[in-house]
């Protein structure tokens, strides 16, 4: 293999390219990027740079010491895959010919109908734009009580916004945990001084507001949507690669043929891999396919899909991480909890430190913490070990995860 492209200039991007030179890649590395920046870290975004803290997230990289072509601001814009190995990708800077390819394109906010402004927060640019509105007295309206949300709402209320959130669902983050867990976090929106609207669907952005289904408005200065993202994937149409809600993957993060869709037996191509949150990769742990939007998987996962473009054997068999700080509370949450039977508590949730744990028998699926960071690491070590454990036990929150 003599030349490699890197497509999406994100954490898994830049990850990838120096995946490359650590395992000994010598050949020509391409990173192709739409954004003009060199890659940034984005979770600092809602948080330090919505606070005002931090202008510059930008990842410590050494450039030069990675001899990339760096081909920032430009596109891909399609791909043709050639029956032997390799191909073509096509980008606004013209056909790049490839042996090797890693996709890592990420994803991109969902937006809400209407023809009213509506921020989003994604990129630096976002961050900075959103940043100037979140003025004292604003009226600041937030779609989505996810953690996005959560998180933008946590800066608008600090900077003295009046803060609204509208959920869709009956409580915050009942996508991502769950509406019982979800439930816990709610009285912290009132606390913060911010209106938590549960159960409110919303039919359109206006000019001055939200237009909600049953005809009501919200007036807003300022309407900030958070209520998911997508990946970006739509540059693969026509390229025979197998995309549902991410590029389909293998374990070793090989992308899929479309064949196998169509009830044929599919192909990996192990010359193409894809990683990060664009990517929809079958976990052998879980025994399903996971698509899992943190920045935990965008850190760790280009190793597992560099060693398989130069192969070697490798698994990507994470067991999934991902934090928020919300409200002045740092949330973890490790693990995958669909399987789960029962959920245990240590700890008081009307209180500043608790963990809520999903068991599957005597197995432990997944944690969430509040303020108990040892909590996650031992929990998370547990769930990897798929240890069992004592559940009586570890409702004590003086027990310590490990030891229940
Ligand atoms: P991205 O970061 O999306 O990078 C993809 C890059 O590819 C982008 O630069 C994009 O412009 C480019 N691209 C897209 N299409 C093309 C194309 N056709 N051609 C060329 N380039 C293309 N996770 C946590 O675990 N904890 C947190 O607290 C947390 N906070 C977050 C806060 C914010 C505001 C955001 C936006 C995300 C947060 N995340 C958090 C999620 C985490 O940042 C993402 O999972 C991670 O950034 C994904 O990295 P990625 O490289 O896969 O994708």
Redesign the pocket.
Known sequence: MESVIV?????????AVEALRNQGFEGEVTL????R?R?Y???????AVLAGDRDDTTVEADWEALRVRLLLG????GLRPAPGGGGTLA?TAGDLDFDGLLI??????ITLPGDGPQHV???IG??LALRERLTAGARVVIVGAG??GA?VATAAAAKGCEVTVVEAADTPLANAVGPEVGALTAPWYAAAGVTLRTGVKVAAVEPGGLLLAGGDRIEADEVVTGVG?RP?V??LEGSGLLVERGIVTDASLRVTTEDAARGGPGTVRPDIVA?????AWWSGRYGRRLL???????LNAPDVAVATLLGREAVYDAVP?????QFGRMVQYAGHHPAADRLLRRGDPAGDRWTVCWLAGDRLEAVLTVGRPRDLVQGRRAIAAGARVDPEALADPAVAVRDA
């Open positions: 497509v999406g200039g994100g954490l898994a991007g830049v990850r192709v990027s739409a954004e920046h890659p870290d984005r979770p600092p975004l809602s948080k430009e596109r891909a814009t980008t890592a394109t990420g994803a991109t906010p927060l994604r990129t976002d961050a953690w996005i998180e993202v970006c739509g540059w990683a990060g949150d664009c990517a899992v939007e943190h920045w935990d998987t965008a991480y991902f934090w928020s700080e």
